[in-house]
């Protein structure tokens, strides 16, 4: 019974977590203006990786607490993509993502070996726009505007995902995903934490 009752509290604090999860790089975003230092690329991919992993749990019938903040998290993606390509002068992309976005994620399922292999390759996929973002960095050596509470929150969620993982479903591929996932928002992290001590910018960049 307590088991199940600590497994409620955590479902719950993942899912109000991922409610404002991504509202401090917005505001941060409609503040400054700017897009230094956030990698479009690594935006995508993980878009794409949260449309896999809903589609997956969702065709194989999980708990829907263990997946219930996954629409949450790709409308705020969403909402950030829409700034981002604002911010950088290309808005006229946004139908195209839209298009790709929705045709794929209606593709996954039409054979089961589809979404299967698309799982297999989420951790990948996710691993990849970790590793665009923290390329992003590396080369600007400017964390610029990107929000150091939004990759904090993200880290948090996803360390609790191994545990309610292991509790419910003990599914391997999600429960490798969310192991490597949250070192590598704990990377990302660390890496734009030492960015706005370096960067020769940071005195004008106010704490998120």
Not at 9 to 26: A, E, T, Y
Not at 31 to 55: D, H, M, N, P, Q
Not at 90 to 95: A, E, F, G, V, Y
Not at 136 to 154: E, I, N, P
Request: aromatic share 12%; charged share 10%.
């Amino acid at each position: 019974m307590q088991s199940e009752t600590l497994l409620h509290l955590v479902n719950f604090s993942i899912l109000l977590v991922c409610m404002v999860l991504k509202f401090p790089q917005i505001f941060v975003l409609l503040r400054a203006k700017s897009t230094t230092g956030i990698s479009l690329k690594s935006l995508v991919l993980e878009l794409i990786g949260y449309i896999v992993f809903i589609t997956y749990a969702m065709y194989y019938d999980y708990p829907s607490p263990t997946y219930l903040e996954y629409p949450i998290l790709i409308a705020q993606d969403a909402v950030l993509l829409l700034l981002i390509l604002f911010y950088s002068g290309r808005l006229q992309d946004s139908l195209v993502y839209g298009v790709i976005f929705v045709v794929g994620w209606r593709l996954l399922t039409v054979q089961k070996w589809i979404i299967d292999f698309a799982m297999s390759l989420c951790t990948l996929i996710s691993a990849a726009s970790k590793f665009a973002q923290l390329q992003c960095l590396w080369r600007s050596k400017d964390s610029g505007q990107v929000s150091a509470l939004t990759w904090a929150l993200a880290t948090y969620t996803c360390a609790t995902r191994i545990y309610t993982t292991i509790a419910t479903t003990g599914d391997m591929q999600v429960l490798v995903r969310f192991m490597v996932m949250t070192l590598l928002n704990l990377w990302v992290l660390l890496s734009v934490l030492h960015y706005r001590r370096t960067s020769p910018s940071r005195s004008s960049i106010k704490a998120d």
